[in-house]
């Protein structure tokens, strides 16, 4: 108002925007989680065991993760992104490891019937036997070795033969004829 008494109005406009990314922490990764497969092992966490995020902005904050939880994690680390994202788009992230091991040793089993052969030679005598066979959990392929090869010279007597079943991961386990 001037001293004539007139009085004038102006307007503006005020903005507040929201330009701050949530904070967000992550959890310890799980511990670590044995392979159910050669693929790996299936690895579930709920989201706020593993990340948790404020925001001055929103209250609800929405966190991802990728790899998601429940995904396929192959034997060894897999590092996990969790990104939050605020109501107006500004994200950040934090990382965990999710380990996948394969402690599990492989399923061995040796050729039921023994081996018997009629000496040909002081020397014994060859003898060829049937292979052991072995599955493993963590592995597709289980390298089997023996301590005396199929076919070699066998002496005179009993000899026990030790098949050795390994798998990529170095676990063994053994059966014997």
Same mark, same amino acid.
């Given at each position: 108002?001037?001293?004539?008494?007139?009085?004038?109005?102006?307007?503006?406009? !005020?903005? $507040?925007?929201?330009?701050?990314?949530? +904070?967000?922490? %992550?959890?310890?990764?799980? /511990?670590?989680?044995?392979?159910?497969?050669?693929?790996?092992?299936?690895?579930?966490?709920? /989201?706020?065991?593993?990340?948790?995020?404020?925001?001055? =902005?929103?209250?609800? !904050?929405?966190?991802?993760?990728?790899?998601?939880?429940?995904? $396929?994690?192959?034997?060894?680390?897999?590092?996990?992104?969790?990104?939050?994202?605020?109501? &107006?788009?500004?994200?950040? @992230?934090?990382?965990?490891? $999710?380990?996948?091991?394969?402690?599990?040793?492989?399923?061995?089993? %040796? +050729?039921?019937?023994?081996?018997?052969?009629?000496?040909?030679? &002081?020397?014994?005598?060859?003898?060829?036997? =049937?292979?052991?066979?072995?599955?493993?959990?963590?592995?597709?392929?289980?390298?089997?070795?023996?301590?005396?090869?199929? =076919?070699?010279?066998?002496?005179?007597?009993?000899?026990?033969?030790?098949?050795?079943?390994?798998?990529?991961?170095?676990?063994?386990?053994? %059966? @014997?004829?």
């Amino acid at each position: 108002t001037d001293d004539s008494g007139n009085s004038s109005t102006c307007t503006f406009d !005020v903005t $507040v925007v929201d330009t701050t990314s949530p +904070a967000i922490t %992550c959890a310890a990764a799980p /511990a670590s989680v044995e392979a159910t497969s050669s693929s790996g092992a299936a690895v579930s966490w709920t /989201a706020s065991t593993q990340a948790t995020a404020t925001d001055a =902005g929103d209250d609800n !904050v929405a966190i991802s993760y990728s790899p998601a939880s429940g995904s $396929v994690f192959a034997i060894g680390t897999t590092t996990v992104t969790a990104t939050a994202t605020d109501d &107006s788009g500004n994200s950040s @992230t934090c990382t965990f490891d $999710v380990t996948v091991v394969d402690t599990t040793s492989p399923a061995i089993t %040796c +050729a039921s019937a023994p081996a018997t052969a009629e000496a040909t030679s &002081s020397a014994g005598a060859a003898v060829t036997y =049937g292979a052991a066979t072995a599955t493993d959990t963590g592995d597709d392929s289980v390298a089997i070795t023996y301590s005396a090869a199929s =076919g070699s010279t066998f002496a005179i007597g009993t000899t026990t033969v030790t098949a050795t079943a390994t798998d990529d991961s170095g676990n063994s386990s053994t %059966c @014997t004829f």
